[in-house]
């Protein structure tokens, strides 16, 4: 089904809008507020990003997906701290990209992956992951 | 299954429903209690706490951080985006403060 007016312009605003959060002053207002800087575009600070780790039993022989993940948010995190495998899923490329390069730059891009894809229709077959996390995304 | 949803609270009237539509244009808004949106999804509840509070003390940091580097911001992202990201931010604010607009962490398992 395409998406309706109202959801295509806000997947348009979202695509401009990751291409702009890399910007200086736009990490530095992130660092400011949430305590880290990939590029985000949400609410969830490190704290709350790391209460989720309670409640999804990672370590590193479990898949975690993040979906609507943007540059990797929480997911990075919660993979970093647990040393899962981890795959994020969005729509904007740009955002995927840049989750890619939080992952290089973390030292865990062998075990870490991006899938353009909506969460409505995920393209893994049933039990792919153990874990799911999510932010600001469900509705 | 674990993370963060922003939701409407649950049993708002028409009208209330036409002020969160009109005041904040998320596309990723919850209508109503994230325990019945996992329930009805099949899943069961572990955990649903509200986090409104921070969610609130958290777009109320990000619109002040923005307002310092205003100036910064203006500069790489123009005039219009800008003031339209503020105006977001704004309306989300006002949507909590008008008990539109709430966060929950929910916490669930399959079945």
Not at chain 1, 80 to 97: M, R, V, Y
Request: glycine share 10%; charged share 25%; hydrophobic share 40%.
């Amino acid at each position: 089904m395409p998406p309706s007016r109202g959801k295509q312009s806000e997947r348009e605003f979202f695509v401009g809008r990751y291409g702009r959060l890399q910007s200086g002053p736009a990490r530095q207002v992130e660092r400011e507020v949430l305590g880290h800087e990939v590029g985000l575009n949400g609410f969830t600070t490190i704290e709350q990003a790391s209460a989720l780790l309670d409640f999804l039993e990672l370590c590193p022989d479990r898949r975690l997906l993040d979906v609507g993940a943007g540059r990797g948010w929480p997911g990075s995190l919660l993979a970093d701290s647990s040393g899962c495998q981890l795959t994020c899923t969005d729509i904007p490329l740009n955002a995927l990209a840049g989750a890619k390069q939080v992952f290089a730059d973390l030292g865990m891009g062998a075990r870490s992956g991006v899938v353009a894809a909506d969460v409505v229709e995920l393209p893994f077959r049933s039990a792919t992951f153990d874990a799911v996390a999510h932010a600001d995304v469900f509705c | 299954m674990a993370g963060y949803i922003v939701h409407t609270p649950a049993g708002l009237s028409a009208a209330a429903e036409q002020r969160v539509e009109e005041l904040v244009p998320m596309d990723a808004l919850a209508d109503g209690s994230p325990v019945e949106l996992a329930e009805r999804a099949g899943f069961s509840v572990v955990t649903c706490d509200d986090v409104t509070d921070q969610f609130r003390t958290t777009c109320d940091a990000i619109l002040r951080a923005r307002e310092r580097h205003e100036a910064e911001l203006r500069a790489v992202d123009g005039d219009e985006v800008y003031d339209d990201d503020q105006r977001r931010k704004v309306a989300v604010l006002t949507g909590i403060d008008e008990g539109l607009l709430e966060r929950s962490l929910i916490a669930v398992v399959k079945g």
